[in-house]
């Protein structure tokens, strides 16, 4: 008797499972069937902010070359000791600057008559400036002190999330002003957005100089004359109103 009691439970508690499954997907084929009833107008809202920059970043270096390994990295060292020492002397701190690269690899010298085999040395720092109106001068002062590579000059903001955050605000109103074109068509009007999708991604706002000076071309220059412009922040959603 106590075990068909038994056995009359476990198959309630199998009934009541099965019983919840088929609720479940009864629920869900309901949903399914409401959302393709759905109907949508999806515009593109875009938003753009101007903003002066407020840091750079400048990549400088020294490469230096010679017959004997050693040597060119120890010429190299005692002219990149100069040029931290003249950025120290500047005003620079420690947290400005940084190493990203040093290179040594062996290549052939066709400048000469006779070719010859060297061992180059290249050794580069990233400069982070928070006053853009030094920027020239400091490619002066590391051009002065031995710097023979500079390779790119960026732009930025220091607060970028902020105007990203103004962007998306433009975006949505951008997005909605287009919904209302589209449905007063037909006599209606946009409320809540069904959804919002972002399509652009805030970090990482850089404006590149175009900026890649030689040993040569700093030797000649007086004067460095760098214009940051503006920086543009945009932002992009794509964005849903149901009718």
């Known amino acids: 008797m106590r075990k068909a009691l038994i056995g009359l439970v476990i198959v309630a508690l199998i ?3 099965a019983l919840i499954d088929s609720f479940d ?4 084929d309901t949903k399914a069937s409401e959302d393709t009833n759905v109907k949508l107008v999806t515009v593109q809202g875009e938003g753009t902010v101007k903003v002066k920059p407020d840091v750079a970043y400048i990549n400088v270096g020294v490469e230096s070359s010679n017959v ?3 040597v060119a990295q120890e010429e190299n060292k005692e002219k990149m000791d ?3 020492k003249a950025l120290k002397d500047y005003g620079l701190e420690d947290d400005d600057i940084k190493t990203i690269s040093y290179n040594i690899w062996r290549g052939v010298d066709y400048r000469s008559e ?3 085999e060297e061992y180059h040395v290249t050794n580069m720092i990233e400069i982070t400036i928070d006053d853009i109106e030094t920027v020239g001068n400091i490619i002066d002062v590391t051009s002065g002190a031995g710097a023979n590579q500079i390779n790119s000059i960026r732009f930025s903001v220091s607060d970028e999330k902020k105007y990203y955050n103004e962007a998306l605000e433009i975006a949505m109103e951008n997005a909605e002003s287009k919904a ?3 449905m007063g068509t037909f006599g209606e009007k946009p409320g809540k957005p069904y959804k919002v999708i972002e399509s652009s991604f805030g970090g990482g706002q850089f404006r590149e100089a175009n900026v890649a000076l ?3 071309m700093m030797k000649s220059a007086s004067s460095t004359p ?3 412009g503006d920086l543009e922040i945009k932002a992009v959603l794509s964005v849903e109103y149901d009718y």
């Open 15 to 17: 009934a009541g499972v």
């Open 25 to 28: 997907l009864m629920s869900g």
């Open 68 to 70: 004997d390994a050693q």
């Open 82 to 84: 100069a040029i931290l």
């Open 114 to 116: 006779v070719e010859i």
């Open 180 to 182: 209302a074109s589209i």
């Open 214 to 216: 030689d040993s040569a």
């Open 226 to 228: 760098i214009s940051s």
